[in-house]
């Protein structure tokens, strides 16, 4: 009876333990490869970008030197906002005064205030692409280009007016238009502009096919590919499609890392999409997000992750909440649990007083009264061991759990006050190494391994013996392994493979494989190598 509620107990512990695990989706496996790499992606454009300076500054000809810097501000572009606006401001500054060619200096002005908006400094792009440059003087590539510029302009300021007042421009639609008249129908920029007309008009289907086709020409490596990624998450969650729109966001994602873009909104948007289900991955992407921001160094982004934050407490709120919950399910469970062990007490007492009612009426025969007292003895011992072991393993237990419960509150509550104090950067430094996952299961192991042995000190040694001596199993001394822990639940009465993986914090396959690899060394039937597994210790 006491081992049964042993194993309930242990059960409890464990469901509350994986409750409390955040488990990564498979669809992050191959983006968490990636985020590892960043590094050597960033190490491979830091070389190629460090190349590309040195010819330039080593080129005499005025002109080289310019067509070789608006080349680099390109390549800058989603990577450094000053260094692509020190490059485009000395290449206007080439072309007014060694070059003086209007049409080399509208083409860096244009650059410079497409830059503008795209990082948010909208003011500043207002003031250049609409008071600074000369549209009468552009020639018709160049018009393309400003015009495209403004289109960009209006699209991004509608969709983060937020950190501005709205400035007085012509709607996206004004420079859609005239650019519609201007560019071939089988560009690749004409194909952007009638992809976000559709998404506007609500023609998803004809969006997504058309993203298809400026996706297909494209490796994940090149920027573009990231951007057109990032469109086709949004004509996903137009469409209702949550899975796939997640799937292009990590592709997105995927190809700004390979590319060491620093301003993006992928990884971010991935953050927010998995907060709910999985807080410590979250904020792993979010820390990341938020460094790249950082070194980019332009106004957008780091405003977009400061709002994400809001979201932040909201999550460990909502995850302190259940946590309480929890607690107090578990302490009704406790409660339930001193009053059935306190019956059982009882019941050994009556049991006692009925074995000494039973000694005195043997006291009439000598050969009776000796069976007796061994009977008795053996009884009182037995009663004695299992008091012993009840009040040793559910101390030990209260002892682990109060233990974990006070760190976790304690992290916590340390964890808000940082939220509100605005220490967010000091937040996500201690989230990315705290382990707090791993921690709480390394406990729980420890636990579970000390209170199974305690209970069935010699499982080990009669497990082995069912199996073949190739493949039996030497764990260190008071600890048990993965197949010793699986067959531990199953001699505790554990049958579900779905119970075992939820309590161990492992997949359902990976339970079947520890199956299926100790059956196969089993010595006799292995049909039958579960129910010798349950006859163990009785």
């Known amino acids: 009876m006491y081992h049964r509620q042993i194993t309930l107990i242990l059960a409890v512990a464990a469901i509350l333990s994986a409750c409390a695990q955040s488990r990564k989706g498979d669809q992050l496996a191959e983006l968490d490869g990636y985020v590892a790499a960043r590094s050597v992606y960033m190490a491979s454009k830091t070389t190629q970008m460090e190349a590309l300076t040195r010819l330039a500054q080593s080129t005499q000809d005025p002109q080289r030197r310019y067509d070789l810097e608006m080349d680099i501000a390109s390549r800058y572009f989603a990577f450094s906002f000053d260094s692509t606006q020190a490059y485009l401001k000395h290449c206007q500054d080439l072309a007014l005064n060694q070059l003086r060619d209007n049409e080399r200096y509208n083409r860096a002005s244009i650059q410079l205030g497409h830059l503008y908006a795209k990082a948010g400094n909208y003011m500043e792009a207002y003031n250049l692409l609409y008071d600074q440059i000369d549209t009468n003087a552009l020639s018709p590539v160049l018009k393309q280009e400003y015009l495209f510029a403004l289109y960009d302009f209006s699209r991004d300021l509608s969709g983060n007016s937020g950190m501005v007042e709205r400035l007085a421009i012509p709607d ?63 004509i996903q969650y137009s469409m209702g499609n949550e899975r796939s729109r997640l799937e292009w966001l990590i592709k997105s994602a995927e190809s700004d890392i390979m590319g060491a873009v620093k301003d993006y909104a992928s990884l971010t948007m991935v953050a927010q999409i998995i907060l709910p289900t999985d807080v410590e991955h979250s904020f792993h992407y979010l820390r990341i997000a938020q460094e790249d921001a950082i070194f980019y160094n332009a106004k957008l982004r780091p405003w977009q992750i400061s709002r994400f934050l809001l979201d932040v407490e909201g999550a460990y709120s909502a995850r302190q909440d259940k946590t309480t919950r929890l607690l107090r399910i578990f302490m009704v469970i406790m409660a339930v649990l001193t009053v059935v062990l306190t019956l059982l007490s009882w019941s050994f007492i009556i049991r006692t007083n009925t074995l000494s009612k039973l000694r005195e009426e043997l006291e009439r025969s000598n050969t009776q009264l000796a069976m007796a007292n061994i009977t008795l003895n053996d009884q009182n011992r037995q009663i004695s061991k299992a008091d012993k072991v009840k009040e040793e393993y559910i101390l030990s237990f209260l002892e682990d759990l109060a233990g974990q419960i006070t760190t976790v509150r304690t992290e916590d509550n340390r964890f808000r006050n940082l939220l509100k104090q605005g220490k967010a950067d000091q937040l996500l430094k201690e989230l990315s190494i705290s382990g707090r996952s791993e921690k709480v299961r390394e406990s729980f192991y420890e636990t579970f391994d000390r209170t199974f042995l305690g209970l069935y000190p010699d499982f080990v040694e009669k497990f082995n013996a069912l199996i073949a001596e190739d493949a ?45 690899t100790i059956k196969n060394a089993s010595l006799g039937d292995r049909n039958t190598f579960e129910d010798r597994v349950r006859e163990i210790g009785k």
């Not at 008009?201 to 993203?211: I, T, V």
């Not at 001394?477 to 993965?482: A, M, N, P, S, V």
């Not at 049958?495 to 309590?503: E, G, L």
């Open 172 to 234: 996206r639609n004004t420079y859609r238009e005239r650019l519609f008249n201007m560019l071939p129908k089988d560009s690749e920029r004409w194909r952007i502009l009638k992809m976000n007309q559709l998404v506007e008009q609500g023609r998803y289907a004809s969006a997504d096919s058309l993203c298809r086709t400026l996706l297909s020409g494209l490796s994940p490596e090149e920027h573009n590919y990231a951007i057109y990624a990032f469109e086709m998450a949004e």
């Open 472 to 516: 039996r199993i030497h764990p260190p001394k008071g600890r048990l392994t993965t197949e010793l822990r699986v067959f531990a639940l199953i001699r505790l009465g554990v049958d579900d493979s779905k119970k075992i993986a939820a309590m161990l914090d492992y997949s359902v396959s990976t339970i079947y494989n520890h199956k299926v």
